[in-house]
């Protein structure tokens, strides 16, 4: 899949989004971050999706064209960004979890504090838009046109390297292996179950789909 092209399922996307570099260009300068793990929301057709009882004001910009930046603001507390994917009015969106920051690692640092692991930085999706400066303020960036948060192809994952397992956290919809990573990173946030995780409906086949080889990206 090229990279320039997103408008693609979220489960085909997110795969591919590994090893891709997010960059984002703040006031004191950039950081960039290689995205390690990921997890596919699928619109209308995905209980666990922010878009499946329809459009509202907070997930608009996830109904519109893939390429852009879906941010919003988890739990109060802290902000999480996405790659919106597939075709204008499809709502869907991958969820960038963890990266590793592979440019302005001071500046990484200072808005993370002194003390985190290098390994830590980037890990988990509040600590990744601190590490990079997303804000609200981003949501609905286009990525790849060359603003102030820009996706570039970066590096394809080693071969056997992308692993799928369920996503974490989230309450339905929980077994679905919509969650990507790079297996042995580092950086990789740990998997936790959420304590109210009620079974899927969804059939078998369709719950569990197999990521495409490694390095695909073209």
Not at 17 to 24: I, K, Q, S
Not at 36 to 58: C, L, M
Not at 73 to 85: E, I, K
Not at 131 to 142: E, F, K, R, S
Request: glycine residues 12%; proline residues 9%.
């Amino acid at each position: 899949m090229n990279i320039d092209d997103l408008s693609h399922s979220a489960e085909a996307v997110a795969p591919e989004l590994l090893g891709a570099v997010l960059t984002c260009v703040g006031k004191d300068g950039p950081v960039s971050v290689v995205i390690t793990e990921t997890e596919a929301y699928s619109g209308f057709t995905d209980p666990a999706s922010h878009a499946y009882r329809g459009r509202t004001p907070r997930n608009a910009v996830m109904f519109g064209p893939a390429g852009h930046l879906y941010v919003y603001r988890s739990h109060g507390l802290h902000w999480c960004a996405n790659v919106v994917t597939a075709t204008d009015g499809v709502a869907a969106g991958v969820l960038l979890r963890a990266g590793r920051v592979v440019a302005g690692e001071a500046r990484a640092r200072r808005r993370r504090g002194g003390q985190v692991e290098s390994s830590r930085l980037a890990r988990g999706p509040g600590n990744l838009c601190r590490a990079l400066g997303i804000t609200g303020d981003h949501n609905g960036t286009d990525l790849l046109g060359g603003g102030a948060v820009t996706l570039s192809p970066g590096w394809p994952p080693a071969p056997g390297s992308v692993r799928a397992g369920p996503r974490v956290g989230v309450s339905r919809a929980a077994d679905w292996l919509h969650r990507f990573y790079l297996a042995g990173d580092p950086t990789v946030s740990a998997y936790r179950a959420s304590p109210r995780a009620v079974p899927s409906t969804r059939p078998h086949s369709t719950r569990h789909p197999r990521p495409p080889a490694p390095g695909s990206r073209s």
